[in-house]
């Protein structure tokens, strides 16, 4: 199957802590992308990357980090300078039409 | 700036009727538009985009979409709505030259059977 996966599906963290959700896409495409969505605010980009080792900050990338080391997977780490970490975090890629991976819901313990 | 507006937080029609979800963006030359629908805790799912072409759009399970360059809306429709099209719907765009899509906030469809 081609697509994009997303693990876990469910997170906790616990104040302090630095966290990594994964993604990982068969699809052979170049860009990839990490969004937060929050109860009726849509999806607010938090950093997109359009080539394996670059990757530029979206709209709401402080308290979180990424890598792009391969063209497969895009990491996102939210760190402990998040104060507001609890949201639905979705991974998508593009080439150009935008797919999108099932989401991790971040929760603070 | 540019922007998508989604003009309604929530749709509501009766099963069988046609539907319309409403889409209006603010962006400068010749942007993708992309629409994608939306299920409790899943993510969202493409249902059709335009890129250049005709105007009226034919995407996934009996959607169509008319983009209007003058009034710069890509307003979604069904001819005969189901209850199992209720969902979270997302009009997106992505200007030209750029790879940053720019999304609505999203319109609530709820089909009454």
């Known amino acids: 199957d081609g697509g994009i996966t997303q693990s876990p599906k469910y997170l906790f963290r616990k104040e302090g802590q630095n966290v990594t959700l994964s993604c990982e896409q068969n699809?052979?495409?170049?860009?990839m992308y990490w969004y937060r969505q929050d109860p009726g605010q849509g999806l607010r980009l938090i950093y997109y990357?359009?080539?394996?080792?670059?990757?530029q900050k979206g709209d709401i990338a402080e308290g979180y980090s990424v890598s792009r080391e391969k063209k497969e997977s895009f990491p996102l780490t939210v760190t402990s300078a998040q104060k507001n970490p609890t949201a639905f975090y979705l991974c998508?890629?593009?080439?150009?039409?935008?797919?999108f991976g099932p989401g991790t819901r971040l929760l603070v313990l | 700036a540019q922007s998508v507006a989604q003009p309604e937080d929530q749709v509501n029609v009766a099963e069988g009727n046609p539907l319309t979800v409403k889409c209006t963006y603010s962006?400068?030359?010749?942007?993708?538009l992309f629409w994608y629908v939306q299920y409790p805790n899943r993510g969202l799912q493409f249902l059709l985009k335009?890129?250049?072409?005709?105007?009226l759009v034919k995407g996934s399970y009996g959607f169509e979409a008319e983009f209007n360059k003058s009034q710069t809306s890509f307003h979604l429709k069904k001819p005969s709505a189901l209850v199992s099209d209720s969902a979270l719907y997302f009009c997106?765009?992505?200007?030209?030259?750029?790879?940053?899509?720019?999304f609505g906030t999203g319109t609530r469809l709820k089909v009454l059977a």
């Open positions: 998508a890629s593009s080439a150009p039409t935008q797919y």
């Open positions: 699809l052979n495409h170049d860009a």
């Open positions: 990357s359009q080539i394996v080792n670059d990757f």
């Open positions: 962006v400068s030359g010749n942007p993708y």
């Open positions: 335009y890129i250049t072409g005709d105007n």
């Open positions: 997106a765009v992505r200007p030209s030259g750029t790879y940053k899509y720019i």
